[in-house]
Structure formats: structure tokens, C-alpha cells
């Protein structure tokens, strides 16, 4: 069941908003979350400003650093 605060992400861009803003909700700039994560700042610059083409294993790791689960509802499978 969604919680309240659930954010549904279409698309990369949303993704990005959703990182950048939980990032500065913890109070961290992009050097010391690139220094938690093991990655670049310019890949955690792109990842926030929507880049589609950012690794989906290094897109889990800066959840995964922030806290951040990630839910995915299948459709609903309709009986014949």
C-alpha cells in the first residue's frame, strides 16, 4: 500500500527531482552524497537534472544512500 509521501517517476526527470530534493532535505551537497555513494558529482549532476542514460545499478546505489525505497505496481492482471 503507498504510503503518503509515495512520488510516482515516469520518467528520469522526476527521478532527479526527487533525489535532489531528498539529498538537501539531509542537509548534503553532491560532493559528500558523490563520497557515500562511491560515485562522481557530475554523475549525481546528471542523475538530478534527468539524464536518461545514467546506469540503473548506480541510480540504486544513491537510493539506497538516501534512503529512498523504490516500489513498483505492476498492472493488475485481469481473470478471463
Do not use: W, Y
Not at 527531482?17 to 554523475?43: D, E, M, P, V, Y
Not at 536518461?52 to 478471463?80: H, K
Amino acid at each position: 500500500m503507498p504510503q503518503s509521501n509515495t512520488v510516482t517517476v515516469h520518467d528520469a526527470q522526476t527521478l532527479g527531482q526527487l533525489i535532489r530534493r531528498t539529498r538537501k532535505q539531509q542537509g548534503l551537497n553532491l560532493a559528500t552524497l558523490a563520497g557515500l555513494c562511491g560515485l562522481s558529482i557530475r554523475f549525481l549532476s546528471e542523475l538530478e537534472n534527468g539524464r536518461d542514460s545514467c546506469g540503473f545499478g548506480r541510480i540504486m546505489m544513491v537510493l539506497d544512500t538516501l534512503g529512498i525505497d523504490l516500489v513498483a505496481c505492476p498492472p493488475e492482471e485481469t481473470v478471463p
